[in-house]
């Protein structure tokens, strides 16, 4: 049974997700992630920049950023599987588009 609107409908939706980079796509989504886990990279590196040059707030920022390195090293891992899973999905879309039009007999 063809869904509404025909597949070609789902395969543009799956490229959109693959693709789109204005918010709503997982390149969007990587890249926000990227941005965030580099600010906190840069934040684990200059403590005192953040959290003040005297001794009590280097060591608050010393205790903080054991807690930012592995949100670092998670997020900066999650942002490479996205932008993997986004690679993935646009080649499944090419192959659902070559199907569609096999089996419809477009070119």
Do not use: C, H, W
Not at 37 to 57: H, I, K, T
Not at 81 to 86: D, G, P, R
């Amino acid at each position: 049974m063809t869904p509404p609107g025909g597949y070609s409908v789902q395969v543009a939706a799956l490229r959109r997700v693959a693709s789109n980079t204005e918010g709503v796509g997982l390149p969007a989504a990587a890249g926000t992630l990227r941005t965030a886990s580099e600010s906190m990279r840069d934040l684990y590196v200059q403590p005192a920049g953040a959290f003040g040059a005297d001794g009590s707030g280097i060591d608050l920022g010393q205790k903080r950023n054991r807690l930012i390195a592995a949100i670092i090293s998670g997020g900066l891992a999650i942002t490479e599987s996205i932008e993997q899973t986004a690679e993935r999905l646009d080649v499944i879309a090419d192959a659902y588009e070559r199907i569609e039009r096999q089996v419809t007999g477009e070119k």
